[in-house]
């Protein structure tokens, strides 16, 4: 059984840093690497942070219904394959998204059994701080991400769980601590509960 695991965050949250330390601390998990229309940034790679296509082909695919969900984020569509979900289930892995509220909204309503969860910086000064510190962005960029931060923050109701990114160390144990739960809840269990029961009544 795979569950779908929807992390969404401002950015500037600290959200990146907390889903990769995810991924290296759990075992059985796949990142969705999702489909996008902007340019890469830096070191990003294609096929390994997102799959770099043009608009007109993103349209496409969209039209056909390749995509669980897509949004427009920036100016730029975002969107999950839904390969992505197909090849988590032929592994048998959990998928991990890290996707925007719109099309955590989208999902939700697909996927009612996903499980939601928002990071949140511990304030806007420091949201502010951590996006200078970045140093990669224009103040015009760094002004328009605060804006929309305040924008987003609005959307935490709709999550299952909600995280203050106060300390990263701690932020990791408590993402880790939700896929543990996760998969201890009762409907995960089933397929290792019937084996055990079987143990019992043939006794
Ligand atoms: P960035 O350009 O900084 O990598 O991502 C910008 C925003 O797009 C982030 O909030 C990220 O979560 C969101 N995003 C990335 N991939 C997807 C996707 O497949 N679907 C949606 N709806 N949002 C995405």
């Known amino acids: 059984m795979t569950t779908v695991f929807i992390i969404s965050a401002p950015s500037g949250s600290g959200k990146s ?47 056909k219904g390749e995509f669980l969900e897509y949004a427009e984020v920036f100016g730029n569509y975002y969107g999950t394959h839904q390969s992505e979900l197909e090849r988590a289930k032929a592994q048998g892995l959990d998928l991990v998204l890290d996707i925007d509220v719109q099309g955590a909204r989208q999902l939700k309503k697909k996927i009612p059994a996903a499980v939601s969860i928002f990071i949140l910086a511990p304030s806007r000064q420091i949201l502010e701080q951590r996006l200078r510190a970045r140093s990669q962005d224009s103040e015009a960029v760094i002004q328009r991400r605060l804006h929309d931060a305040a924008e987003e923050i609005r959307n935490y109701s709709q999550y299952d769980y909600v995280l203050v990114n106060r300390e990263v160390e701690s932020s990791v144990d408590t993402l880790v601590s939700i896929v543990k739960a996760t998969r201890s809840r009762r409907d995960r269990m089933e397929e290792q509960i019937r084996p055990i029961l079987e143990t019992f009544t043939n006794a």
């Open 17 to 63: 840093t907390l889903v990769s330390q995810l991924m290296r601390q759990v075992a059985g998990l796949r990142f969705s690497v999702s489909y996008t229309t902007r340019p890469p940034r830096g070191q990003e790679r294609d096929g390994q942070d997102y799959y770099f296509i043009k608009r007109e082909e993103f349209e496409a695919r969209a039209a």
